[in-house]
């Protein structure tokens, strides 16, 4: 085995239902910002990058034990899914019925069930997740210049900037 440094993150990505745009608003990116930060703050996750896209989320994050992945995967979708769903009946009850599943467990349905979630293992894979991140809302034509994009975690791998205050970054 290599003496390479070792990561024990994991990618994690959950896209909206049916891929519909509901992260474009601020109001609901910023759901899962204080998701993200409250988690952090009680000791459950470091987070070390990410993008909150139009209709999906991509983070690197690593569980805290004794917390098990599953746990803190489910509690974050549900609390944001919640939150999602409070804000849209208090300010637009029409767009929420787009998301209207009417299922026995729920009336309504923000997140795709079984998001993703890969182990990060090696330096190589890190720095690929990394990228892929930040490089997102490029390649969706959100901005020029992956730093620029607010809901990311670019600006602090690109020039230390950290509007946020619970990211710990991984230099490679």
């Known amino acids: 085995m290599s003496s ?14 049916e891929w ?10 910023d759901i899962v910002i204080d998701s993200l930060r409250y988690m952090v703050q009680h000791g459950r996750v470091m987070i070390h990058a990410f ?14 034990h004794p917390h098990q992945r599953e746990d803190v995967q489910r509690d974050m979708l549900k609390f944001t899914a ?4 409070k ?7 029409i767009l929420l019925e ?15 069930r079984n998001p993703l979630s890969v182990p990060v293992w090696t330096a190589d894979v890190l720095k690929q997740k ?5 490089n997102n809302p490029v390649r969706a034509g959100l901005c020029i210049y992956s730093e620029e994009y607010k809901y990311s975690t670019a600006g602090i791998y690109n ?13 490679l």
């Open 82 to 85: 919640q939150m999602m769903i």
């Open 4 to 17: 390479a440094r070792r990561y024990e993150c994991d990618f994690f990505t959950a896209t909206i239902l």
């Open 98 to 112: 787009d998301y209207y599943v009417g299922a026995r467990d729920r009336k309504y349905q923000i997140w795709e």
């Open 51 to 64: 993008v909150i896209m139009n209709n999906h989320i991509h983070l690197l994050w690593q569980i805290i």
């Open 159 to 171: 020039s230390g900037t950290d509007d946020f205050s619970f990211v710990t970054p991984v230099y």
């Open 130 to 134: 990394l990228q892929y991140i930040h």
């Open 87 to 93: 804000e849209l009946r208090n300010n637009n009850p």
């Open 20 to 29: 519909k745009p509901l992260l474009t608003s601020e109001n609901f990116k």
